[in-house]
């Protein structure tokens, strides 16, 4: 017989027992692993090919991940650094306008700790009103319609809003803090 002859040769059957009695009184690791030596090609064929598709499905949804977060989240924008403050301009709680890059709208910097800064464009991302920080609550606080957003993350968390803030990114580098960049939600 050729060998292609042989590639379509039908599969043995998978268990034939020595004493040909039935399969519940095989042995234990017979019932687990019910496979003649004679099959056992097929066996190992069957579970590269298994493999391989469960590895392939993997990566194409991994690709598909990746692709999909690259169109949705953030985008973010950079610009020159730009120094914004100085440590000792703010006490915590305070905050500040700002413009970045040149010619921006407004942008509120926000002091929430001892080293801790967060900047957030001012317009409100419902009608643009301008946002008020309310610190003590660590929320932003739209007054046009009663919009709340989180001041950590610039979500929106009440009212009418439903994007977040464009948050611009900060560094502090010795007394100084730098935006550096802006990071816009997708649309
Ligand atoms: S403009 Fe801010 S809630 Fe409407």
Redesign the pocket.
């Known amino acids: 017989m050729t060998e292609r002859a042989k590639a379509f040769e039908p599969i043995p059957p998978q268990s034939v027992p020595p004493d040909r009695g039935p399969e519940a009184a095989q042995p234990r690791w017979r019932r687990d692993f019910p496979i003649d030596w004679e099959a056992d090609d097929y066996v190992s064929r069957r579970d590269l090919v298994k493999f391989m598709v469960l590895t392939s499905a993997a990566f194409v949804a991994g690709q598909a991940w990746a692709a999909w977060k690259a169109l949705t989240g953030p985008k973010r924008q950079v610009s020159e650094p730009l120094a914004v403050a100085t440590l000792d301009e703010l006490s915590v709680g305070g905050a500040k306008t700002f413009h970045y890059p040149e010619g921006s709208t407004p942008r509120i910097l926000v002091r929430t700790g001892t080293n801790e800064f967060v900047a957030y464009d001012q317009q ?1 991302t ?4 301008p ?1 008020v920080p309310a610190v003590e609550m660590g929320k932003l606080h ?1 007054p ?4 709340w957003f989180d001041l950590a993350t610039g979500n929106p968390i009440a ?3 439903r994007r977040r803030l464009p948050r611009v990114v900060l560094e502090i580098e010795a007394d100084t803090v730098y935006a550096t960049g802006v990071e816009q939600e997708s649309t």
Do not use: T
Not at 126 to 129: A, E, P, R, T, Y
């Open positions: 409100c419902h009608l643009q009103c946002v739209c046009c319609h009663n919009g009212g009418p809003p």
